[in-house]
């Protein structure tokens, strides 16, 4: 047998009678409803710890238990103060206009008294229905779209409180319902505003219509927008999950992955590069890229806190081939283990050799300087091949010795100068004298 049903949209009301009498096994009792009188005591309910059921159609819809005051809707023993369960399956909330078919009717009964029995459909072979029927099993109930094999696709197995108010309404798409969809549990908020989550009346998390999430802030920017800290026990990874099981922070992007700190002038990047030049001039495919843009002067400034001045500490750089090759110690000493090219260096030192001009300066005769290169090899005041081989030279010290030297150098040669110029002299009166006698 078939039925054709027009379905236009699904609502979650109950809308019905209370009756004020019920059925016991042995005799049929009458309960009195006092009303609001004066004096009296009115209430609704029972008196022989028996719970409280509400039926309709003769089936069992709602029961309250008299031990522990739960209520369940749909189930016979609620486990929590509220416990809904559906024993059925519900087509999606959503607007259909197309039509049904029914292959078999959704209950089954005389026009007796005896109840007629809740549809036994859920896939489970559970009890349900407020124990009033045990399912033997699957069973399925044919709601689809005329031409549709795939129902799965419409019905499901479905329970939902759904809470509204008299600014939302109360129809199937208002207000606030929280789900269970086959096994899928669900929050929603029907409404075109914001969902939020508050604690003694301040706002913790809010979702906005928009899907995004705010924490800590009732207007989120992002997908995520935390307003405060947060903390993270294990790792965060942006755009994919990272390759290296030991990294804190981890971000992901195929092309021209970029770092960015800001305060709204000044901005700081890390970036790797994709294509050559792109962050920097003569940058390569793969290179990162330290680079400061914005207003202001383009200053990157490494700093150590650290006064101690004791050079045991430094900022350092190399590789697996040649390990640390460059080294900034805190006691403004830089170790360069390898060449050094450049154009230009300037060394700016306390100590130069202009004292070598002094008229109270000490020149070293030839004859004593001699001996001393003969006994140490090396000129006076210069490191030996073994001290700059053991101690390297500071070459600020360096240049103003060699300059010391080129300076007396520069005194031993005028001083030779004059003795050739009074040699001169006198061979030129010696010939004078010698051609006056012939």
Not at 39 to 63: D, E, V, Y
Not at 92 to 111: L, Q, R
Request: charged fraction near 20%.
């Amino acid at each position: 047998m078939k039925y054709t049903v027009k379905t236009v949209s699904i609502l979650f009301l109950v809308v019905g009678a209370v009756g004020v009498n019920t059925l016991e096994a042995q005799t049929q009792q009458q309960w009195t409803l006092n009303g609001n009188v004066s004096g009296q005591q009115s209430f609704l309910g029972t008196l022989n710890m028996a719970p409280l059921r509400f039926k309709t159609s003769g089936s069992q819809r709602m029961i309250i238990h008299s031990f522990t005051g739960f209520v369940g809707i749909g189930v016979n023993e609620p486990k929590n103060p509220l416990h809904v369960h559906a024993n059925d399956k519900r087509p999606n909330y959503a607007e259909y206009e197309s039509e049904f078919t029914m292959e078999e009717p959704m209950m089954e009964g005389d026009d007796g008294d005896d109840p007629i029995p809740e549809p036994n459909i859920c896939d489970r072979g559970s009890s349900g229905g407020g124990g009033t029927n045990t399912p033997t099993g699957s069973k399925t109930i044919g709601a689809r779209a005329e031409g549709d094999d795939d129902e799965d696709d419409i019905m499901k197995s479905y329970s939902a409180i759904q809470v509204t108010n008299c600014l939302t309404g109360n129809e199937a798409y208002n207000g606030l319902l929280l789900s269970m969809e086959n096994n899928t549990g669900y929050l929603r908020q029907l409404e075109h505003a914001n969902f939020n989550i508050s604690m003694q009346n301040m706002n913790v998390i809010t979702v906005t219509p928009q899907g995004r999430v705010g924490i800590g802030t009732g207007s989120p920017q992002q997908k995520l927008h935390v307003a405060g800290s947060g903390l993270f026990n294990t790792s965060l990874n942006v755009g994919g999950i990272s390759t290296n099981p030991d990294a804190v922070l981890s971000a992901y992007k195929a092309i021209r992955p970029t770092f960015q700190l800001e305060n709204g002038e000044a901005r700081l990047q890390i970036g790797i590069a994709s294509a050559p030049w792109e962050y920097a001039n003569d940058a390569q495919p793969n290179d990162i890229i330290f680079r400061k843009l914005g207003a202001g002067k383009h200053n990157l400034i490494f700093f150590m806190p650290n006064n101690e001045n004791d050079g045991t500490h430094a900022i350092k750089f190399g590789d697996m081939a040649n390990g640390l090759w460059f080294q900034i110690f805190n006691n403004r000493k830089i170790r360069v283990d390898g060449e050094l090219i450049a154009k230009e260096i300037t060394v700016k030192t306390n100590v130069w050799s202009d004292f070598v001009f002094d008229t109270d300066y000490k020149l070293m005769s030839l004859s004593e300087l001699e001996n001393f290169i003969k006994t140490n090899n090396h000129l006076p005041e210069i490191p030996s091949e073994k001290e700059v081989k053991e101690n390297g030279i500071e070459l600020g010290e360096m240049q103003a010795k060699l300059l010391q030297k080129i300076e007396e150098l520069t005194l031993y040669t005028i001083e030779q100068q004059k003795l050739i110029e009074d040699l001169q002299k006198e061979v030129k009166e010696l010939k004078k004298t010698k051609g006056e006698k012939k």
